[in-house]
């Protein structure tokens, strides 16, 4: 045999020993893993699969694998060391809901509200609930694609916490293991969410619109009317009567109802509107203090598009013609010291009502003032204030109820009214009356030049014409005038006259008016008149020579603006510093 031979055979004899050692080796691990008595040192050096891991050369990851599965084994094998874990788990589970009983704990993974109230208090559980509810939980309020969001409070809403807290725990280990939810409880104001929600219809509600137009093209179409959208307040409080559900969700539905609109159909005066857009358009405002009149540009495409259908013609589409208005009554408050100028929103939208009723396309508005506050100075008495405010006495009294006006104190406030309370009726824009109670004369003003031009007499000391802007408020050919002055001695008998040509400008008190007028029929028969002018003589009023008086009185119509100027209440306007500047000529102009 050769040696290769014999080599060859005692590999294999080799590789059978081997193969026999590792039999016998598995067989004794087999047999000590069938013992209940295994030692826990074979458990932990990992014999009892039948590797000594010391003479493994793997990782430590990989021998610990073989140590906690032989540990595993072990366990599941050894009986009493099963028994001893069971009991241990069961007294710790003993421990545990003993003590969330006695200390009066949720059980865990229980939730309300979206949070997760397990191992609290009751009292701890509702605390939190209440500081979530009133500092982060808000109500999703939903219409199609719009959303709005609001919190509990704002919709009288009161979480029921202890309650909520009480149900947490008394469902006990429901929790365990994949929690459970607690409804809310919670109660509703119902005066409060329903005045909330009506309060959103401001933003909820989008009103229909009529039939109205558009230029494209340079050609004037009109648009159909579309529908609109409007909360029903009822419908929704019924929704919110699901107060759990609501609360659960954290959203609810508002229910509205379609509103049509009054005039769908376009066409029937769409040639009106064509005939519109034709002809040039003009805006102005007119202050009749200032005598200013600012003009404002638009477009006929602009302009036709605060057209819609109305009630018997054509009508003034509010919201289209808003952001202009906007614009424009910014434009007149912004220079220095108009602050108080604006444009009242719903004069202007009538006038231009009626504008686009009767088809005019030049439309002037008014511009106004607002109240304002006036700083005592050294010096001043509220009748001086008057004089130099041009505010009529009684309607500064009457805006300072119960302010005794005979003591002030530099640095006093007061209230002063709107000066639009002397110029109550539309303004004549064209036509203007300066008198200037300095020079005792009159110029009256028609589209800017000096029309009449005269002496007049004004009232005495006694009894003073008022500085200020007012206006021509009526005419009465023959009109009654009287003084207590007049009265006898014994307060009775007063005496009483007779003036021409009477037109009222401002009220003293309510109910007694000074106004321009011509001759005075005396009662004693006398008829004062010419003599008289270029000195103060009257009560109050503004006399003028008889005949001038009647070219003033059918000259001047309702709602002309007059304007008395002294050294108390400076020109107001360019034609009152045109008046005091110009050198008076009582033969002329």
């Excluded at 009159?442 to 014409?465: C, R």
Aim: proline residues 6%.
């Amino acid at each position: 045999m050769s040696v290769h031979h014999r080599l060859q055979l005692m590999d294999g004899y080799n590789s059978r020993r081997n193969q026999s050692s590792r039999a016998r080796e598995r067989q004794m691990a087999r047999q000590r893993r069938s013992s209940t008595t295994a030692p826990l040192k074979e458990a932990i050096t990992g014999r009892l699969s039948g590797i000594d891991i010391s003479r493994v050369n793997t990782g430590w990851h990989t021998r610990a694998g073989y140590v906690l599965r032989d540990l595993a084994w072990y366990v599941t094998h050894t009986p009493i060391v099963m028994m001893g874990i069971g009991a241990l788990a069961a007294l710790l589970f003993v421990i545990f809901v003993a003590t969330h009983l006695f200390q009066g704990r949720i059980f865990p993974n229980v939730w309300a509200l979206g949070i997760n109230i397990g191992d609290l208090t009751v009292e701890e559980a509702a605390a939190v609930l209440n500081q979530h509810w009133e500092t982060s939980f808000q109500l999703e309020i939903v219409d199609d694609q719009r959303t709005w969001y609001a919190t509990p409070k704002q919709l009288g809403l009161r979480l029921n916490a202890i309650k909520i807290a009480e149900n947490a725990r008394g469902v006990g280990l429901s929790g365990i293991p994949m929690g459970y939810g607690i409804p809310p409880v919670a109660e509703m104001d119902f005066n409060t969410a329903q005045n909330y929600l009506l309060d959103m219809t401001t933003v909820t509600d989008v009103p229909p619109n009529n039939a109205s137009y558009q230029i494209q093209d340079g050609q004037v179409i009109g648009v159909n009317g579309k529908e609109g959208r409007a909360l029903d307040v009822a419908a929704t409080m019924d929704t919110l009567a699901d107060l759990t559900g609501v609360v659960q969700n954290r959203r609810f539905n508002l229910t509205m109802e379609t509103i049509l609109p009054d005039y769908f159909d376009p066409e029937p005066y769409l040639a009106t509107v064509q005939n519109i857009a034709s002809q040039n358009i003009s805006l102005s405002g007119y202050d009749p203090f200032t005598d200013q009149t600012v003009t404002w540009s638009t477009t006929p495409d602009v302009f036709v598009s605060w057209l819609e259908v109305g009630n018997g013609g054509l009508a003034l589409r509010e919201e289209a013609y808003a952001a202009f208005f906007n614009a424009q009554n910014q434009s007149i408050s912004s220079g220095p010291g108009q602050q108080v100028r604006y444009l009242d929103p719903r004069e202007t939208s009538d006038l231009l009502t009626e504008a686009i009723r009767t088809q005019q396309t030049n439309v002037t508005l008014r511009i106004r003032y607002r109240d304002t506050k006036y700083e005592v100075v050294r010096g001043d008495t509220a009748y001086r204030i008057s004089r130099k405010t041009g505010i009529p006495f009684y309607l500064i009294q009457e805006a300072n109820p119960g302010r005794n006006l005979d003591i002030l104190s530099p640095g006093d406030l007061l209230n002063l009214p709107s000066k639009d309370l002397a110029v109550p009726l539309n303004p004549v824009p064209n036509k203007r009356i300066v008198v200037d109670l300095d020079t005792q004369s009159l110029i009256a003003f028609e589209n800017g030049q000096p029309v009449f031009n005269w002496l007049i007499s004004s009232g005495m000391s006694q009894y003073p014409t008022s500085p200020g802007v007012y206006q021509i408020l009526n005419h009465d050919p023959e009109a009654s005038g009287g003084s207590f002055t007049l009265c006898n001695d014994q307060g009775y008998n007063c005496g009483s006259w007779e003036m021409y040509w009477f037109m009222g400008m401002y009220e003293v008190v309510p109910g007694l008016m000074n106004g321009f007028h011509g001759a005075v029929l005396l009662p004693n028969g006398n008829l004062l008149g010419g003599g008289s002018v270029g000195s103060p003589y009257t009560f109050g009023c503004v006399m003028s020579n008889n005949d001038n008086a009647k070219l003033l009185y059918d000259w001047a119509d309702e709602g002309t603006v007059v304007e008395i100027i002294s050294s108390e209440f400076a020109p107001q306007s360019p034609l009152g510093e045109m008046a005091r500047s110009r050198v008076f000529n009582p033969n002329g102009l």
